[in-house]
């Protein structure tokens, strides 16, 4: 999986942002990974998700223009294992020589034990949809690096920060939030692009959203996990996929999805369309 390149990219490539003295952001084709940690710190920091296939070089050099050159991080975490959240993550542990954090129930999936179920192409919502049987669903072998997060929602070497299961996506996905500035990142739980659409992808538009719809198997769930974010109040929210949102912004917008989430999230139909939204 490291080395297929996916077809798919956005005006925001490349981009490198700061969101907080030691948030910063890099987006890889389509999808954000954060290095979290100050830079007058270098040898105190942490990678969160490990982007696209064939993103290996970009995140060394982004780490490399943050924290300097020979500066590894102390961990690399992962907010689920979906094949853009993990594709340099087997050669980035490797050369770094650094654990890898996930949920233990997103083990089964990072240590060859098991495949995500295959994209959705039966839902509505756009071209990208159509384009995402394409997309890798197999489970990747990191069994040499990959540990289990603790279950009291302490997050190893990220002081102040807890993980949160937010389950929906995936299984085990997670969110990272910091109550002192009420700072979140918050994977797939929910996005700030209509990752569906093709033009809103190409331009990141942005949109409040539920996870991608192709990739979530449990509608349930993420309405569950989108409303638990939504009462912490962040007032920060970098999310997988999109630019990130805060202060008023976000506040009007989350409580929006949280309310009318089968509206704005839940596709019509699909595989993993049913009773659920009744409830």
Not at 45 to 66: C, F, H, N, Q, Y
Not at 202 to 229: C, D, F, H, M
Request: contains cysteine.
């Amino acid at each position: 999986m490291e080395d297929r390149l996916i077809p798919v990219t956005s005006v925001a490539t490349g981009m490198k942002q700061s969101f907080a003295a030691d948030i910063h952001c890099l987006t890889i084709q389509v999808v954000n990974v954060c290095f979290v940690g100050h830079p007058d710190q270098p040898q105190d920091w942490v990678l969160v998700d490990a982007g696209m296939p064939k993103s290996t070089d970009r995140i060394l050099e982004a780490a490399a223009e943050i924290y300097g050159e020979h500066n590894r991080p102390k961990a690399i975490i992962l907010t689920h294992g979906h094949f853009d959240h993990v594709g340099a993550v087997g050669k980035l542990a490797e050369h770094w020589g650094v654990p890898v954090y996930a949920h233990r129930d997103e083990l089964p999936y990072l240590t060859g034990r098991k495949d995500y179920p295959e994209p959705d192409t039966s839902v509505e919502g756009g071209l990208v949809v159509k384009m995402s049987r394409m997309f890798p669903n197999e489970g990747i072998d990191i069994s040499e690096h990959i540990r289990p997060l603790p279950e009291d929602g302490r997050v190893p070497h990220m002081e102040g920060w807890e993980s949160i299961h937010t389950p929906g996506h995936t299984e085990g996905h997670i969110s990272l939030f910091r109550q002192e500035d009420r700072a979140l990142i918050a994977g797939d739980a929910f996005i700030t692009v209509k990752q569906e659409d093709l033009s809103k992808v190409l331009t990141q538009k942005q949109e409040i959203s539920g996870p991608p719809r192709y990739l979530t198997v449990n509608w349930k769930q993420a309405r569950k996990s989108v409303t638990k974010l939504n009462s912490l109040n962040p007032k920060l929210a970098v999310t997988g996929h999109g630019f990130p949102m805060r202060g008023a912004t976000l506040k009007e917008n989350l409580e929006k999805l949280d309310s009318q989430f089968e509206q704005i999230a839940v596709p019509k139909h699909g595989k993993f369309v049913g009773d659920e939204k009744k409830d």
